[in-house]
């Protein structure tokens, strides 16, 4: 067996890649149509990607989303990061994802 036969998909993968992520063309939080990025958020079902315009990503203003539609983002984001949902679990452990600012959907005021 050789050495990359051992690694599996949550050794290497970077959770905040977005480079195969679609960018709306819309604000998913406000009706804004200029200056839009994607950009990972970390909720408790796991990290997804969001589009969002520079005053909202920047006043932490996210769409509020219920926790079954952010839990379809994060599926859907893993699909664009070619790994499973069981990977991306693996991965949020290893690389102490647990530490980083959480999104709550739902929640006033988007992050906390």
């Known amino acids: ?22 960018v709306c063309e819309t604000c998913e939080s406000c009706p804004d ?11 408790l079902g796991g990290v997804l990607c969001v589009t969002l315009c520079r005053p909202c990503w920047q006043g932490r203003s996210l769409p509020d989303w219920s926790a079954p539609a952010a839990a379809q ?13 069981d990977d991306m679990t693996v991965a949020r452990a290893r690389k102490g994802f647990d530490q980083r600012e959480l999104w709550l959907p739902g929640a006033v005021g988007g992050l906390n």
Request: net charge negative; proline share 4%.
């Open 73 to 85: 983002r994060v599926c859907q984001h893993c699909q664009h990061l070619g790994i499973s949902r």
């Open 33 to 43: 149509h200029h200056d839009l990025t994607v950009e990972t958020v970390e909720t």
């Open 1 to 22: 067996m050789t050495d990359t036969a051992l690694h599996t998909p949550w050794e290497t993968v970077d959770l905040d890649d977005m480079s195969r992520c679609p």
